[in-house]
């Protein structure tokens, strides 16, 4: 091991600021950092010969691949807790901006959202499902959001109000109903629901699975769910008494 390397092993395992998980990454970093100065030609480095010309040369570096400005900033972090621990904290500037590094982009450009043709919407014969799809595409829900949604209880007037338990990271949030054809869609959704959530007596996690390959074909049979015995394809659903499902059951066709 280079004595750089060792070094900063040490200054590392020798600090107790920040988390386990903090300390294990910062060690890694300044591994890599080691190693990435040694092949940039800085050779026979101790801890304490940090320089502004090291700092420079690494930044360049790291531009030169492409990295993201975040990636960046992390590594400076980095470096400047080095710089720190051996009383060289002016080595490294403490604006980013003074080595261009540009500002993190918190919010991607690139849309995620994922179409769905007609015809693909028709190959869902569960019209429960079927709704909530129709409801991801007009009013931009999540699809844990329309899986859960009780339309009746979310209807607002003028807005959509979904519960922390169904929207993503537990905090509650509005949707606005700006159209006719929102409204009408909605109107349609509450018909269907009731008082009820928008998929009633099936697991979300079925449900989802089901929205999630709506266009990819059926299997030919599937399994009980208590007791993985292979079931026709029309038995798809969690019986109400956790048993096998029965002539009695209301077991709706997919």
């Known amino acids: 091991m280079r004595d750089l390397n060792y070094q900063l092993k040490m200054l590392c395992r020798h600090s107790h600021e920040g988390s386990f998980e903090t300390r294990v990454g910062r060690e890694r970093q300044l591994t890599a950092i080691a190693n990435q100065l040694h092949e940039l030609g800085f050779r026979q480095l101790q801890a304490t010969s940090l320089k502004q010309k090291h700092v420079?040369?690494?930044?360049?570096?790291?531009r030169g691949r492409n990295l993201s400005p975040g990636t960046i900033k992390n590594r400076m972090s980095c470096l400047r807790w080095w710089a720190e621990k051996v009383n060289k904290r002016a080595v490294v500037a403490g604006s980013n901006d003074f080595y261009g590094i540009p500002d993190r982009q918190f919010v991607s450009d690139d849309s995620k959202a994922k179409g769905l043709a007609r015809e693909q919407l028709d190959q869902v014969k569960d019209e429960h499902v079927r709704m909530s799809l129709r409801l991801q595409q007009a009013f931009g829900l999540r699809r844990e959001e329309a899986l859960k949604i009780r339309p009746r209880w979310a209807d607002r007037g003028d807005h959509l109000h979904l519960k922390a338990s169904w929207t993503k990271g537990g905090r509650e949030r509005t949707v606005p109903i700006r159209t006719r054809e929102q409204r009408a869609l909605l109107e349609q959704a509450k018909r269907l629901a009731g008082v009820g959530a928008l998929i009633p007596g099936v697991a979300a996690i079925s449900s989802s699975s089901e929205s999630t390959s709506a266009?990819?074909?059926?299997?030919?049979?599937?399994?009980?769910?208590?007791c993985a015995t292979p079931m026709p394809s029309s038995a798809t659903w969690n019986s109400p008494a956790g048993r096998h499902p029965t002539v009695a059951d209301p077991i709706k066709s997919i």
């Open 56 to 62: 420079r040369a690494l930044v360049e570096h790291w």
């Open 215 to 226: 266009t990819r074909p059926m299997p030919a049979s599937l399994k009980c769910t208590v």
